[in-house]
């Protein structure tokens, strides 16, 4: 007779991984979405109704994942040391992953040359592949940003407590945690000196919080998959498979470039300088980066990352420094990706970029990687703003990006996925060059570690 109690019996129950049910989930929602398109499933509900219910999910994790970001910054000021060295290397490694980016890309453009291909073919192209959305009402919507580093800095500084959390702003949150750590740690020496413990309270509340929220979002998490079915049902039956056939190109340079950076100089240094193997930064850290490839958010993924990095042996210290303070830095995705999109279009238009027209064009792009990734499909948004800095006029612009819209829904996935990349491997790099000072400051992490999804 068996008597394996049910512990026993769940411990061996075979559970699907993570990155293998969004797979599923893509592959499914992409078959719903070619099958049935904008037609309806059920009376009254089609394809668009269901990818507004995966959006629900993705809301509400990136709802979670900002107030993470801020307590997890709060918790690491209150269990460990952290200094100033710390966060000039932090700076350091996001400058040479993003110039090792840019070389990439500019190499690529200045190389092939692929825009070339497409002088003289918008009209034919814009008539088998109509934009969804006019280039007027895009140029709009990127006013929402700006190159202007002040502006930017200014956009920063919170104006009040709630407001960063409220609107998702993650620049302002960090810079909160920030602060609130600093004072919390200075009014924890004042008062071991007075030989006073109020602070304590606070302390103990910090780490309860960020406890509970890293258990609501392993909830929310398991949802993920659904999220992902709906969004790419809908994606797909919006645009369909056609335009591929039209925007290959375009797509396949920008993959390209995203690619060799990803795949190529990621895991080579985490190998070589971080001493993690492909096998260990692909193989856990794929869990993470099918996450953001699929959330389409670095900011949703931050609790998979977390995760990802503990069960690498990454040190907590270093893990919340890069995927949480470091978020919107580690924007290679993006940054990467501006600087393509600008070179090509310029090319497809018959402007011919001098280098420092280019560097112009690079430098935008980073500042619109740092300074405008809180947006909703910031890339896009923004790159009117890098094309204008590369000297396209804004009837040529207005004209090329309802083309491109109806595909940078994948390459927008795919720059989640390389910033969540970047966040692995900065976290990675910062324990590795952490000296002995640093590694005595740091108290041991009690912090629960979520239900692991494999």
């Known amino acids: 007779m068996n008597f394996r109690t049910e512990e026993e019996r769940g411990a061996r129950r075979p559970v699907v991984p993570l990155y293998l049910r969004v797979l599923m989930g893509v592959i499914a929602g992409a078959a719903l979405g070619v099958t049935c398109g904008k037609q309806p499933l059920l009376p009254g509900f089609s394809t668009q109704q269901l990818g507004e219910l995966g959006i629900l999910v993705i809301d509400l994790l990136k709802a979670l994942a900002t107030p993470l970001v801020l307590f997890a910054i709060l918790d690491a000021f209150v269990r460990t040391q952290i200094h100033v060295r710390h966060g000039a290397r932090l700076v350091a490694i996001c400058l040479v992953n993003v110039s090792v ?126 999220a992902v079915f709906a969004v790419v049902a809908k994606v797909v039956g919006e645009h369909g498979l056609e335009v591929f056939q039209i925007l290959w190109l375009f797509l396949a340079v920008t993959l390209l470039g995203l690619s060799i950076h990803a795949l190529g100089y990621y895991p080579l240094v985490a190998w070589l300088v971080g001493r993690k193997s492909p096998r260990v930064y692909l193989g856990i850290g794929g869990e993470a980066v099918i996450t953001g490839l699929s959330t389409n958010s670095s900011l949703a993924t931050v609790p998979v990352t977390l995760r990802a990095l503990e069960r690498m042996g990454v040190s907590t210290a270093s893990a919340r420094m890069a995927a949480c303070v470091g978020t919107n830095l580690n924007n290679d995705g993006i940054t990467l990706y501006e600087a393509m999109a600008a070179l090509f279009l310029a090319q497809a ?22 300074g405008v990734a809180g947006i909703p499909e910031a890339g896009l948004i923004v790159l009117p703003l890098v094309l204008g800095a590369a000297g396209l006029p804004s009837s040529q612009i207005a004209l090329w990006l309802p083309l491109i819209f109806t595909v940078d829904w994948i390459i927008a996935r795919c720059r989640s996925g390389v910033n969540v990349m970047s966040d692995l491997l900065v976290a990675i790099l910062l324990d590795r060059f952490r000296s002995a000072e640093e590694l005595a400051g740091e108290t041991p992490c009690s912090m629960p570690v979520p239900a692991r999804t494999e």
């Open 349 to 370: 238009s018959g402007y011919t970029l001098s280098l420092p027209q280019q560097l112009t064009v690079v430098l935008s792009s980073i500042m619109a990687g740092a």
């Open 101 to 226: 980016a840019m070389s990439i890309g500019l190499l690529i453009m200045n190389t092939w040359q692929p825009g070339r291909a497409w002088q003289g073919k918008f009209q034919q192209m814009e008539r088998m592949a109509p934009g969804a959305v006019s280039g007027e009402a895009l140029l709009a919507k990127a006013r929402q940003g700006t190159l202007d580093p002040v502006s930017n800095i200014r956009s920063y500084v919170p104006r009040s407590l709630v407001e960063p959390i409220l609107e998702n702003r993650i620049i302002p949150v960090v810079l909160l945690g920030l602060l609130g750590g600093a004072a919390l740690r200075q009014v924890r020496r004042r008062q071991q000196e007075t030989g006073q413990d109020s602070v304590q309270v606070v302390e103990r509340f910090i780490v309860a919080t960020y406890q509970i929220l890293m258990q609501m979002l392993e909830w929310v998490i398991q949802a993920v998959p659904f």
